[in-house]
């Protein structure tokens, strides 16, 4: 099982929303979860995934999930698909622009079912 919670957040009710299989291996998948778009990543061939806002500030559209994932000097990262800005998979900031965060949320992988948290 891995379970990534955002810094300060506990999760109190868990919803599957997808099986891990069901997001390919570095690559998105965009969810909704309470009326909100949620992108969710999986990172490498492991059960390690991040969730956080679909929706990208600066193209002002809701396109994150499709971002490509990869490291930007050993963080966990997303190039937004649009203007390719990066942004941190666990903290929702962008790297370029630390002024700028969007939410991230708690998620994690029970028995192949990812779960987000609230």
């Known amino acids: 099982m ?13 919803q599957t929303v ?6 390919q291996p570095n690559t998105g998948v965009c969810a909704l ?3 909100e778009q949620v992108a969710i990543f ?3 061939e492991t059960e390690e995934v991040y969730a956080l806002s679909n929706y990208d500030p600066f193209s002002k559209a809701y396109v994150l999930s499709r971002g ?3 490291d930007r000097q050993g963080t966990i990262k997303v190039a ?16 370029d622009a630390p002024e700028i965060k ?3 949320y708690p998620v ?3 028995d192949g079912e990812v779960q987000l948290g609230k």
């Open 68 to 70: 490509l994932v990869g």
């Open 18 to 23: 997808c099986q891990i299989t069901d997001i």
């Open 42 to 44: 999986r990172v490498g």
């Open 33 to 35: 979860f309470h009326n």
């Open 108 to 110: 994690r992988v029970i």
């Open 80 to 95: 937004a698909p649009i203007y390719k800005q990066n942004i941190n998979l666990q903290t929702g900031e962008y790297l």
């Open 2 to 14: 891995v379970q990534t919670i955002p810094d300060n957040q506990t999760a109190t009710q868990w």
């Open 102 to 104: 969007i939410p991230t």
